[in-house]
């Protein structure tokens, strides 16, 4: 198993940056393919970016292509997700999650571990 936190959220103004980090405890997070998640009020969780095990593949929503962009650092068993040129519509509580099976899988289905969260907000 692997337990996951994320930290590095807050409130910005739009047009600012973020990196948010997700660090992984218990078992490598070498093992894992990642993804970031994200939730706002009322709505869904969506797919945000997804990187595999070694990081050489990575896949991003079409709303955060060019402005996002995922890392992972396994030897710091952290991924990271930068957020620039952030938009009042990326506000939303953002969520690491890892998969042991499948790669830039945009479902949450298919994560079997979560991290509880961090709210990122963007003012206009």
């Known amino acids: 198993q692997v337990q996951l936190v994320e930290s590095g959220g807050g409130l910005v103004q739009a047009g600012d940056s973020l990196r948010l980090s997700c660090a992984a405890s218990?078992?490598?997070?070498?093992?894992?393919?990642m993804g970031w998640f994200r939730q706002a009020p009322g709505k869904e969780r969506e797919f945000v970016a997804a990187?595999?095990?070694?990081?050489?593949?990575?896949y991003y929503a079409d709303s955060v292509k060019r402005r996002f962009t995922i890392s992972r650092d396994n030897a710091k068993n952290t991924v990271y997700l930068q957020m620039n040129s952030l938009l009042p519509e990326d506000t939303a509580v953002y969520y690491c999650a890892a998969s042991s099976r499948y790669n830039n899988a945009i479902s949450t289905a298919a994560y079997s571990y979560w991290g509880q969260g961090t709210q990122v907000t963007v003012s206009s």
């Open positions: 990187i595999s095990r070694g990081g050489s593949n990575k």
């Open positions: 218990g078992r490598a997070l070498e093992n894992y393919h």
